[in-house]
């Protein structure tokens, strides 16, 4: 599950320790827009030193690099790469501006480098790409699709604004057909689709009502800027008691069709096929129950 | 020597308290002795209006090696403790007994009073600095740490008389009526002096608030008043109301608080007429705002909330979700107009809040607690007296009395305080003993004290509650602490902590 992904800033050792706390679904140890430029190398460093020698939870652990357009970058990724053959955890790559295939294409050979280095299998690390122009917006299938460690998309929030030359309003609906292209896209090239952050943390009337709407579009989950955002977002994402009872209703049926070699199964009236069933699957997921164990 | 239940090493008789009883369990010491209440002949006529404090330390009789007890309602913004023991130095007289029911930062002077001979002893709280002064062993007798029940029992029971209380009243009236519910140093409740006005030998009040006709409400009445003085100022208000009544924003205590809120409901005792206390303080308030939460998504109605009010509780109480407010202290503004608006909003004594050894204290109608600790140990036992470095900081406050009284005790505690863990092998020194403890809710989950099974099965069925064992929570706080040296201490036992039943439960030395 990637409900709620949590920014820690890397110069924030307080955070970057305690922020799998909070329980979210996965961390992203921010070197990029929450760092100065002046304490890059210390972020760095500190991060790379966190992730080696600490435990978090049943968190994803995933670390935002500097952009390819950057200095910055190739460094981040050898700290990555260092602490990742320590602790095994540690296997995502958040690329911010993530423009083209090509510049996924770079970022992964040089991935590969890095397990080659570090003694890890290849493909251990997955990229999960920010969409913070039109251009990449438009590319996103591209984008999905250039490497098998894509894993997830997301949308940018103020650098996209700022590229559709409008400004991120409350309600972001100057957003609503970015989401949906995304989504499309997403969904198309099978990878996760993940939303931006809510940048108003106070604000959980807001960012309970936009969970709620990106749910709906069918993303998987949200990042997170504040420890207090991940249980209005889990909240959301968490199944209503009825609907977990028809899921389990579905794969029992399911189960019991294919033991006894039936083609389809009838629930409720209705005809269940393949897609209903891998939905209440899903469904039963964010519930946190095993469908597989549900069934027996 | 011998050693208490708990095993903390005990002497027969410490040097300037006397033969200590040791600690044996929570209700095993009976009731015994009687303190007395003065008869007065009779006043009629009598002025109690005095014009200075020197005129009523003369009136009231005090002299050297007698003792004097305070309130602490004025908080850090205290100046009648200050006041009088100045006093006392220009008139020479020395060697007193302080039992204040707490002291602040703010009485600091004492420290002065100390090395110029005006007090010899200390009878309650020691905070900052005189703390730290007193840890070193200057005192010639060791400071004795009451609860806030444990002080009631003390005196009604003629363990610890007192010679002349000073009440500081934000509102009087000349015939020797107290309220603390109006004037520029109203404080609300005045809870922790009734007692003291009840059976000190001569009472003396200080106001600066004198008004011509009966005040009323009446807090104490004039029945125990022997004199008034009126004064300029006896409070400053910015230290009367508590720095400590805002809800945390820290996300991690509020993790803490959402934890110790949500293991008060996996408890049997969340239902219909829950009464609870959470106290000030940035985890507890934030306990307060969960439980209200809490209570909205079960339709949970409670019945009592008690102890220090805050504005929080008053909120429950004005929306319903309280029906009594049982206040001996009032931790601000808020709260102190309650008081004076609303008859379900009840001003109670400190006897009535939590005495062991009376025929009904408040604590006992608790179902669930939230207290806070210096340490707490494998044992569950907690310390809220001394520092890390062995340093006397703390007062024991209702901890023991409300902990001992509730269904559910929680504390709710970050692990580490800087580089200090909370939870460790051994507590320095034992204020609360870990029977009463039935659970430790840190930043990394819940750790349920072991013999409370039915909350540990309770808890451990909630996806949303970490369990966390206490040996791992040792070790972890251990792993970030690094090793800890050892305190130094020296021989002298600088004080003596008090059960609320009058037992000691364990003793601090000076420090190396």
């Known amino acids: 599950m990637r409900r709620t992904m949590m920014y820690l800033p890397g110069n924030n050792p307080n955070m970057l320790l305690k922020g799998y706390l909070f329980r979210p679904d996965g961390l992203i140890f921010d070197l990029e827009d929450a760092v100065s430029a002046n304490q890059k190398d210390a972020a760095r460093i500190l991060v790379r030193n966190v992730l080696s020698s600490q435990s978090f939870g049943d968190c994803e652990v995933s670390v935002r690099i500097n952009a390819l357009d950057t200095e910055f970058w190739r460094d981040d990724l050898c700290a990555v790469g260092a602490a990742a053959a320590i602790n095994r955890r540690v296997n995502g790559i958040r690329m911010p501006k993530a423009e083209s295939k090509e510049s996924v294409i770079a970022l992964d050979d040089t991935l590969s480098e890095l397990e080659d280095k570090n003694s890890l299998p290849q493909g251990h690390f997955k990229i999960f790409c920010l969409l913070e122009s039109a251009n990449a917006v438009w590319k996103a299938y591209d984008i999905a699709t250039a490497s098998r460690r894509v894993t997830g998309l997301t949308p940018g929030g103020e650098d996209l604004a700022a590229d559709l030359r409008t400004t991120r309003s409350r309600e972001e609906s100057e957003l609503d057909w970015i989401r949906k292209m995304i989504l499309v896209a997403g969904r198309a090239a099978g990878v996760d689709v993940l939303d931006a952050a809510y940048p108003l943390i106070h604000d959980l009337e807001g960012l309970k009502k936009q969970t709620e709407g990106i749910r709906q579009l069918g993303f998987d989950g949200k990042s997170v800027l504040h420890p207090s955002q991940i249980q209005v977002i889990h909240d959301v994402f968490t199944p209503s008691a009825t609907d977990i009872e028809k899921s389990l209703r579905i794969v029992r049926a399911a189960a019991e069709a294919t033991k006894n070699g039936q083609g389809a199964v009838a629930v409720d009236g209705r005809l269940v096929d393949v897609p209903v069933i891998k939905r209440a699957m899903y469904l039963l997921t964010l519930a946190g129950l095993d469908a597989e164990e549900a069934v027996l | 020597m011998s050693k208490n239940i708990l095993g903390r090493e005990i002497p027969n008789y410490i040097e300037g308290y006397g033969a200590a009883v040791p600690y044996a369990g929570l209700n095993t010491r009976r009731p015994n002795g009687s303190g007395k209440i003065k008869l007065r002949p009779n006043q009629r006529g009598k002025n109690k209006v005095l014009k200075s404090i020197e005129d009523a330390i003369t009136a009231s009789g005090l002299k050297s090696g007698m003792t004097i007890s305070f309130h602490h309602h004025l908080r850090n913004g205290d100046r009648v403790v200050n006041l009088v023991l100045d006093a006392c130095f220009r008139m020479g007289v020395r060697d007193l007994t302080l039992f204040p029911t707490a002291l602040f930062e703010v009485h600091e002077p004492i420290i002065e009073h100390i090395k110029n001979g005006v007090v010899r002893r200390i009878m309650g709280s020691v905070n900052g600095p005189v703390g730290r002064m007193v840890s070193s062993g200057v005192l010639p007798e060791p400071v004795v740490l009451r609860s806030h029940g444990g002080r009631p029992r003390a005196i009604m029971s003629g363990e610890a008389p007192i010679d002349v209380a000073f009440i500081a009243a934000p509102c009087a009236d000349r015939w020797g009526n107290l309220s603390g519910l109006s004037g520029s140093s109203r404080c609300g409740s005045l809870g922790y002096a009734h007692t003291d006005a009840l059976y000190a030998d001569m009472v003396v009040a200080l106001t600066d608030n004198l008004c011509s006709c009966l005040i009323a409400p009446v807090s104490i009445p004039q029945t125990h008043i022997d004199f008034l003085v009126e004064i300029p100022s006896i409070g400053d208000p910015k230290g009367i109301?508590?720095?400590?009544?805002?809800?945390?924003?820290?996300?991690?205590?509020?993790?803490?608080?959402?934890?110790?809120?949500?293991?008060?409901?996996?408890?049997?005792?969340?239902?219909?007429?829950?009464?609870?206390?959470?106290?000030?303080?940035?985890?507890?308030?934030?306990?307060?705002?969960?439980?209200?939460?809490?209570?909205?998504?079960?339709?949970?109605?409670?019945?009592?909330?008690?102890?220090?009010?805050?504005?929080?509780?008053?909120?429950?109480?004005?929306?319903?979700?309280?029906?009594?407010?049982?206040?001996?202290?009032?931790?601000?503004?808020?709260?102190?107009?309650?008081?004076?608006?609303?008859?379900?909003?009840?001003?109670?004594?400190?006897?009535?809040?939590?005495?062991?050894?009376?025929?009904?204290?408040?604590?006992?109608?608790?179902?669930?607690?939230?207290?806070?600790?210096?340490?707490?140990?494998?044992?569950?036992?907690?310390?809220?007296?001394?520092?890390?470095?062995?340093?006397?900081?703390?007062?024991?406050?209702?901890?023991?009395?409300?902990?001992?009284?509730?269904?559910?005790?929680?504390?709710?505690?970050?692990?580490?305080?800087?580089?200090?863990?909370?939870?460790?092998?051994?507590?320095?020194?034992?204020?609360?003993?870990?029977?009463?403890?039935?659970?430790?809710?840190?930043?990394?989950?819940?750790?349920?004290?072991?013999?409370?099974?039915?909350?540990?099965?309770?808890?451990?069925?909630?996806?949303?509650?970490?369990?966390?064992?206490?040996?791992?929570?040792?070790?972890?706080?251990?792993?970030?602490?690094?090793?800890?040296?050892?305190?130094?201490?020296?021989?002298?036992?600088?004080?003596?902590?008090?059960?609320?039943?009058?037992?000691?439960?364990?003793?601090?030395?000076?420090?190396?």
């Open chain 2, 241 to 512: 109301v508590s720095g400590s009544t805002a809800v945390t924003r820290d996300p991690l205590r509020l993790l803490i608080a959402r934890y110790a809120s949500r293991v008060i409901e996996a408890s049997p005792y969340f239902k219909e007429g829950i009464s609870f206390q959470t106290g000030a303080g940035g985890i507890p308030l934030a306990v307060t705002a969960f439980m209200k939460e809490a209570m909205i998504r079960s339709s949970v109605r409670g019945n009592i909330g008690l102890g220090g009010i805050t504005g929080y509780f008053v909120e429950l109480l004005k929306e319903g979700f309280l029906k009594r407010l049982l206040d001996v202290q009032s931790f601000d503004a808020t709260a102190i107009q309650s008081l004076c608006e609303d008859p379900s909003h009840i001003e109670i004594s400190a006897d009535w809040y939590a005495n062991p050894w009376n025929a009904g204290a408040a604590v006992d109608m608790l179902d669930a607690t939230v207290l806070g600790a210096t340490e707490i140990d494998r044992d569950f036992n907690v310390n809220v007296n001394t520092e890390s470095d062995g340093a006397l900081l703390h007062g024991i406050g209702g901890h023991q009395d409300t902990a001992a009284g509730a269904s559910v005790t929680i504390i709710a505690q970050p692990l580490m305080r800087g580089r200090i863990p909370c939870a460790t092998p051994r507590v320095h020194c034992v204020t609360t003993p870990g029977e009463t403890i039935d659970a430790l809710v840190t930043e990394y989950g819940v750790t349920v004290n072991p013999n409370n099974a039915d909350l540990l099965e309770r808890v451990r069925g909630k996806s949303d509650l970490p369990l966390v064992s206490m040996d791992e929570l040792i070790d972890k706080a251990s792993a970030l602490s690094g090793r800890m040296d050892e305190i130094e201490q020296g021989d002298k036992i600088v004080a003596v902590i008090e059960w609320r039943d009058g037992s000691v439960i364990d003793i601090v030395r000076s420090r190396g």
